[in-house]
T-cell receptor, first 117, second 114 residues
Framework: AQKITQTQPGMFVQEKEAVTLDCTYDTSDPSYGLFWYKQPSSGEMIFLIYQGSYDQQNATEGRYSLNFQKARKSANLVISASQLGDSAMYFCAMREVSGGSNYKLTFGKGTLLTVNP | ETGVTQSPTHLIKTRGQQVTLRCSSQSGHNTVSWYQQALGQGPQFIFQYYREEENGRGNFPPRFSGLQFPNYSSELNVNALELDDSALYLC?????????????FGSGTRLTVV
């Protein structure tokens, strides 16, 4: 079963508008972390924002905010005032235990965001 | 502080050959993880190294192996290459100190197996 689900293969948004990228996750571990990464065509994974499972407030980083709904197991990324440079693949990922006290990231399949001028 | 550097950036190999990919971790980070990203997919966890020992592995066969060196840099070795090994290989470094496990990724190595 998928642990990270991103249901939007592609999204389009007009420059300067806001856009929400969806992510739902599945875990039985009470302690986990959720990440969003941006991957331009160059391939590098660029960290955007992090939300810990015990964090009381939604994470924000500049134009990025994470709409964390723990009961619904949802961690949507909101990008405000979209820019042309925001066009890229966006991945939601969850940090989970990989045997003992070791951790790994489990990624969704990604959403391709295109910002139109 | 320096980021994560991977080499080479691109590589073409023939089926059955062996390949070594290299990664230097970010300054201050002592843990290195490797991920395989097939075209159109999200990255898949291969394994992780901490203190020169493998301490976590994904669903990859033993022909995927690695090393971590005292300076925390790392190598990923793949033997008996198959066509399906064609992918972007990403290295990520992190620190095991503290509760927050931030990950810094490199730009990856694009491996093509023909």
């Amino acid at each position: 079963a998928q642990k990270i689900t991103q249901t939007q293969p592609g999204m389009f948004v007009q420059e300067k508008e806001a856009v929400t990228l969806d992510c739902t996750y599945d875990t039985s571990d009470p302690s986990y972390g959720l990440f969003w990464y941006k991957q331009p065509s160059s391939g590098e994974m660029i960290f955007l924002i992090y939300q810990g499972s015990y964090d009381q407030q939604n994470a924000t980083e500049g134009r990025y905010s994470l709409n964390f709904q723990k009961a619904r197991k949802s961690a949507n990324l909101v990008i405000s005032a979209s820019q042309l440079g925001d066009s890229a693949m966006y991945f939601c990922a969850m940090r989970e235990v990989s045997g003992g006290s070791n951790y790994k990231l489990t990624f969704g399949k990604g959403t391709l965001l295109t910002v139109n001028p | 502080e320096t980021g994560v550097t991977q080499s080479p950036t691109h590589l073409i190999k023939t089926r059955g050959q062996q390949v070594t990919l290299r990664c230097s971790s970010q300054s201050g980070h002592n843990t290195v993880s490797w991920y395989q990203q097939a075209l159109g997919q999200g990255p898949q966890f291969i394994f992780q190294y901490y203190r020169e020992e493998e301490n976590g592995r994904g669903n990859f066969p033993p022909r995927f192996s690695g090393l971590q060196f005292p300076n925390y840099s790392s190598e990923l070795n793949v033997n008996a290459l198959e066509l399906d090994d064609s992918a972007l290989y990403l290295c990520a470094s992190s620190s095991s100190d503290g509760i927050y496990y931030g990950y810094t990724f490199g730009s990856g190595t694009r491996l093509t197996v023909v």
